[in-house]
């Protein structure tokens, strides 16, 4: 391994702006940040034309392993990661077994730590009595609540139960956000249909707001740290806009919610469109792109949850929800600022800087003296197409399929060492490392 790396004369996006110069990284750190640097170094990067940025953090996959491994691994879906410069993921619990104890949290530890090409954490997802293990978890990014997408025994809607999760818990509470008596009122009333644009029908704005609107009460009741993940609709939008919310309520986007509209995304993709929450319309789109840009929402995601093409090709109803998505993030979040709707720093912060400060990640997700040496390096004009074929992900497929984008993820390095580089992988055990978090107190992202 690399005891030490030498960026020259190279465009870095840093928090205080653009900028060019040198980067120098011993260890796992950056060590220097320079207009010019003269120091030695065990490898010198100065291909000209390149951006460094800070390594892309997705707080929101689903790598299937334990339990689901033909479609995707922690091995798989790390190596898909680092291909599109996400240096940092945190992995759901809605596996098999679910991780819904400690002993089972620190199994996935110990399975990352020997197979992930990328930093990882990851969740534990709470039942209708664990509330002891979800206190006890250590160095845990958070607990998940499925508050309306049953899971085995994860759904928890019993009130009851809710208001002892967020009365006791001593870390972030995530929740998907979706009223299950509603959903399931609307399952009834669509059953038997094989119009796949019904999804959205099913899953309503209102089942939505309604649970949004449940799980902000209890947040604000108990003073409780709250992340709304994926969040899809317009009226939710508008509804939190008008709460002055309190900074310890925070919210996401997925790239896809913000990118692929109905109805043209079923009449297109059919099956391959379904996922939860629902794809919806653009002017449901619009409303999250206006969120995000107030302030709102603070980070983009991709929920990446990848099914094989053969699972997904089956009619609506037996097709299973989720894509994939990790590695194409930050080249479809790039188009924003091609198409001069965001600049660099932006993006930068929606991938990099806001869930670190959401999360309170120790030293990561800025390009800082003293920070871990998590980059990406971008070529900003390659022009490219998103494609099936060149999928790294183990499902091999892309709701993205054919998109031409600007803007290409070329070089990845985690903790100062390459772990990808135009096409190659590069993997020693102990590259990568569980993530750990600075504070339990939010800071504003």
Not at 41 to 60: K, R
Not at 318 to 326: D, F, T
Not at 392 to 408: E, I, M, P, T, Y
Request: charged content about 20%; glycine content about 6%; some cysteine.
């Amino acid at each position: 391994m690399k005891e030490s790396t030498l960026f020259k004369n190279i465009q870095m996006v840093l928090p205080e702006g653009v900028r060019q110069g040198d980067v120098l990284v011993v260890g796992d750190k950056v060590s220097k940040i320079a207009p010019s640097l003269s120091d030695s170094a065990d490898e010198v990067i100065a291909d000209s034309g390149l951006t460094l940025m800070p390594g892309c953090i997705d707080t929101h996959v689903h790598f299937r392993e334990p339990g689901a491994t033909h479609k995707e691994t922690i091995a798989s879906g790390s190596k898909a990661a680092v291909s599109g410069g996400v240096t940092t993921f945190f992995d759901m619990p809605n596996n098999s077994p679910a991780t819904i104890t400690v002993n089972e949290l620190h199994w996935k530890k110990q399975r990352a730590s020997n197979s992930s090409f990328a930093n990882y954490n990851f969740y534990i997802g709470a039942t209708l009595d664990n509330l002891d293990e979800l206190i006890k978890a250590e160095n845990c990014p958070g607990i998940k609540i499925f508050m309306g997408s049953s899971t085995g025994n994860m759904l928890v809607d019993d009130q009851k139960i809710l208001d002892d999760i967020f009365k006791y818990a001593n870390k972030p509470i995530v929740i998907h956000s979706e009223d299950e008596t509603m959903v399931r009122d609307n399952m009834d009333r669509y059953k038997g249909s094989t119009d796949v644009s019904d999804h959205m029908n099913i899953r309503t704005p209102e089942a939505a707001l309604a649970c949004t609107k449940r799980a902000v009460a209890l947040a604000k009741k108990h003073q409780q740290r709250l992340h709304i993940l994926h969040l899809t609709t317009a009226e939710e939008v508008d509804w939190l806009m008008n709460q002055n919310l309190p900074p310890y309520i925070t919210v996401e986007v997925c790239i896809q919610h913000l990118l692929l509209h109905a109805p043209r995304v079923y009449e297109e993709l059919g099956t391959f469109a379904q996922i939860n929450p629902p794809l919806r319309s653009s002017a449901h789109a619009d409303r999250l792109w206006h969120g995000l840009r107030q302030g709102l929402i603070s980070s983009i995601v991709t929920d990446h949850a990848p099914h094989l093409i053969e699972e997904k090709h089956q009619p609506f109803g037996q097709a299973p929800s989720g894509m994939p998505g990790v590695e194409t993030l930050l080249p479809l979040t790039l188009q924003f600022y091609h198409q001069k709707n965001a600049t660099l720093n932006d993006v930068s912060r929606w991938l990099s800087g806001a869930p670190q400060r959401l999360f309170n990640i120790d030293r990561r997700g800025q390009i800082l003296p003293g920070y871990f040496a998590d980059f990406v390096v971008v070529d900003l004009d390659a022009s490219w197409a998103i494609e099936n074929k060149t999928t790294v992900s183990q499902c091999g497929w892309s709701a993205f399929d054919g998109w031409k984008v600007k803007g290409k993820p070329v070089m990845t390095f985690v903790n100062g060492q390459m772990v990808f580089r135009e096409g190659e992988f590069f993997y020693a055990p102990g590259i990568a490392s569980e993530v750990s978090f600075a504070s339990s107190v939010p800071i504003s992202a």
